[in-house]
């Protein structure tokens, strides 16, 4: 019992320290789902930011369509110009598809980490009900075990007990018993048994005295029988 009780102590404190493992693999979860939800919001951020800035190709073509016919050819530097935004706009917008591009392998990449983390989780947390119902299981035997050791106690109290009455009831009689034969053959002081031995002598030489005394009382009242004719 003592050894069960120890490995199920060890038991226990191997269950606290995954415990506390587990509680870092969530804290863990938590960032990354944290990292995720940015990622999402900086991509949406990135996607309005495109839209947004296709106003700005809008609104070159409509400059470039609302020019009049020669207007290019004759004012180099406004056609330049407005090339020139034109080419800003699409190369910050090459730009930021490709950091698009870059955030949603990177999304991915999270996304993945996530299934692959809450899977373990999944399997941990599997791990350690089967641990607790095994644990469960040895507290319970333990418990009966406990139980019937205490009833077992109480049985061997209640029996040394009532042994003890009876051995204190037997050495009272005894007691009675010695003290008034002492009293009978008015025994000096000195004279007084001590010991169990002594005791049980002086009864068992009253008990053989009584039943000398009877059997002569016997022999005295029974009639002799008389003699026959001669």
């Not at 009780?5 to 995954?18: D, I, P, Y």
Request: charged share 30%; proline share 3%; hydrophobic share 30%.
């Amino acid at each position: 019992a003592v050894v069960s009780t120890q490995s199920t102590g060890r038991a226990l404190v191997k269950f606290q320290n995954e415990r506390k493992q587990q509680e870092v693999r969530e804290r863990e979860l938590d960032k990354l789902q944290e990292k995720y939800e940015s990622l999402e919001t900086r991509q949406t951020k990135l996607i309005n930011r495109i839209e947004d800035n296709r106003k700005f190709e809008r609104y070159i073509q409509q400059v470039v369509d609302i020019l009049p016919e020669g207007y290019l050819e004759l004012s180099d530097n406004m056609t330049k110009g407005v090339i020139s935004r034109y080419n800003t706009l699409e190369q910050a917008n090459a730009s930021l598809l490709q950091e698009l591009m870059q955030k949603d392998d990177s999304i991915d990449k999270a996304q993945q980490d996530l299934a692959e983390l809450n899977k373990s989780k999944t399997d941990e947390v599997l791990g350690y009900n089967s641990t607790i119902a095994a644990l469960h299981s040895k507290l319970e035997k333990c418990y009966q075990i406990t139980h019937k050791k205490e009833e077992k106690t109480v049985r061997q109290k209640i029996h040394h007990r009532n042994q003890c009455q009876l051995y204190g009831q037997l050495e009272l009689a005894i007691k009675n018993i010695v003290d008034m034969k002492c009293r009978a053959v008015k025994l000096k002081p000195g004279q007084t048994p001590h010991t169990l031995i002594e005791k049980l002598s002086i009864i068992e030489a009253y008990l053989l005295e009584r039943e000398s005394v009877y059997k002569m009382s016997q022999e005295a009242t029974t009639p002799t029988s008389s003699p026959g004719p001669v």
